[in-house]
């Protein structure tokens, strides 16, 4: 099989499917990651990736490339794995990067293949990429299209792509249904060693299409749900850990994606909902996506709650345009939108450390792992070598990314670092009381106290359990090479 497209997407399915057994070619016309890729160096952070590229380059099972014509010549089953950013100028899909991937390798190829679309598009896709399919191949050749949409967490994308907790698939025939089924069946062949099941839902284009937008709208609705609850804790005097807390129990809630704070960002959630509302309006159903729109507000209001609080806390002067922190020197610990990731698109951490520098702060960045993207991004900003360097003589400490490294910092010990002992926890990750008793003037956003649980009991002010983390898994198996074989 072939991954077109080596970026984080493509490049995670092209590793672990090797790591099954199967026979793999990435493909890419972007000549440096090619090169990086096929000397063993993973371009992006994502845990056990790198060991797991390096042994299969060594087996043999993976290759790289850049010629749509090997690729062509080489695979059964063609995934496609490009990008599908916000379009210039508006909030629909730009699929320019899905065309060029298709009809580059339409073009060579000279026998019936799958091919089958792995990218977060707008529903409508499928059927567009049968006719740009027809337009540059021989019909005779019975070429057919596939869409199998990816569910992949940055930070747990290795465990998402072996151990998936379901596969999608829109196709048309019983052949793409035994084609996708080989294609998986290293994944089928896992799970019933471990004694799982893994859900598969065929169904139709459209319907495949929507699994993947549907869940990131609702992911984010939850999201902007509980900081919409935080924004009313923060006026009535309540604390929105500990509301999350209390309806997380409800299994019809269930208390994942409950964590107020910053707001969601990355590469998916922010331009997939827009995506998602820009479509629905092509196709006459904006009103039912409607409140997405309010979703996007409450994510983006979160971010200016962060530079009011610091204007509170630092007694700042307000201005025209907002207030001014008069060269206070602020620490902000975080810079990509997650922890165990390097990945700084549409980050909140590293806006609000731009807004805070505009607005007049020194402000010092770190983060254990995007910085050098952070550089790129905002490279008017000071980046600290480390978290020691970066609080050393701040005046404010803001925690906008819950990496390990920052919830279980010793807040004592950073307190003598600091200038004042203020923190501002912007993902109410921190133990407040901890921090309290430290000497620190804790905020958290939500209205969430610094006030210790009765003895004997689970402190509702702790930081959060890391919900999205895998536990408890097991190893991974190392197969021999499989065949690809129709059932």
Not at 81 to 104: H, I, K, M, W
Not at 198 to 204: A, M, S
Request: charged letters at 20%; a negative charge; one cysteine or more.
């Amino acid at each position: 099989m072939t991954f077109v497209g080596t970026g984080y997407l493509g490049a995670t399915y092209a590793v672990c499917f090797a790591e099954l057994g199967y026979e793999v070619l990435g493909v890419d016309v972007d000549v440096a990651r090619i090169a990086a890729l096929s000397a063993g160096a993973v371009p992006f952070h994502e845990p056990g990736l790198d060991e797991m590229l390096r042994r299969n380059l060594a087996a043999g099972r993976l290759r790289f490339t850049t010629s749509y014509r090997e690729t062509a010549d080489f695979g059964d089953v063609h995934f496609i794995c490009v990008g599908t950013p916000q379009r210039p100028g508006g909030t629909g899909a730009d699929l320019s990067y899905v065309e060029a991937a298709v009809t580059g390798l339409a073009r060579h190829l000279t026998r019936r293949v799958l091919i089958v679309g792995k990218s977060t598009v707008p529903v409508g896709t499928a059927e567009w990429i049968e006719q740009l399919v027809a337009k540059h191949t021989d019909p005779e050749l019975g070429i057919e299209v596939a869409w199998s949409p990816e569910f992949l967490q940055e930070g747990f994308a290795v465990e998402d792509v072996l151990r998936p907790n379901r596969i999608v698939a829109g196709l048309r025939s019983e052949w793409a249904d035994d084609m996708l089924h080989a294609a998986h069946l290293g994944i089928l062949e896992l799970a019933a060693a471990e004694g799982r099941e893994v859900p598969v839902v065929v169904t139709d284009f459209a319907t495949a299409e929507l699994v993947k937008v549907a869940a990131n709208a609702f992911l984010a609705t939850k999201i902007s749900f509980i900081n919409a609850m935080a924004e009313v804790c923060e006026v009535a005097g309540g604390d929105v850990t500990q509301l999350a807390r209390a309806i997380g129990y409800d299994p019809r809630i269930g208390n994942r994606f409950l964590q107020a704070g910053v707001g969601f960002g990355g590469g998916c959630l922010p331009k997939d909902i827009r995506a998602f509302q820009a479509r629905a309006q092509e196709l006459g159903a904006g009103e039912a996506l409607r409140f997405l729109h309010e979703v996007d507000l409450i994510n983006q209001r979160r971010r200016s709650k962060v530079l009011q609080l610091a204007a509170e806390l630092l007694g700042c002067p307000p201005g025209p345009a907002g207030p001014r922190f008069g060269d206070a020197r602020i620490a902000v610990l975080g810079a990509t939108f997650k922890p165990r990731s390097d990945d700084v698109r549409d980050s909140p951490a590293l806006a609000i450390a731009a807004a805070l520098a505009r607005s007049g702060a020194d402000v010092h960045v770190y983060d254990p792992e995007g910085m050098a993207n952070a550089v790129l991004v905002q490279p008017d900003l000071n980046f600290a070598e480390s978290l020691d360097d970066a609080v050393r003589d701040a005046e404010l400490v803001c925690v906008l990314t819950e990496w390990p490294q920052f919830r279980t910092a010793d807040p004592v010990r950073l307190g003598r670092l600091a200038a004042t002992r203020l923190v501002i926890d912007g993902r109410n990750c921190l133990d407040a009381a901890a921090w309290s008793a430290a000497g620190w003037q804790y905020r958290g956003l939500g209205g969430r106290a610094a006030t210790p649980a009765p003895p004997g009991r689970t402190a509702g002010n702790r930081a959060a359990p890391d919900h999205d983390s895998p536990a408890g898994r097991p190893a991974i198996p190392r197969p021999a090479t499989r065949s690809v074989a129709a059932r």
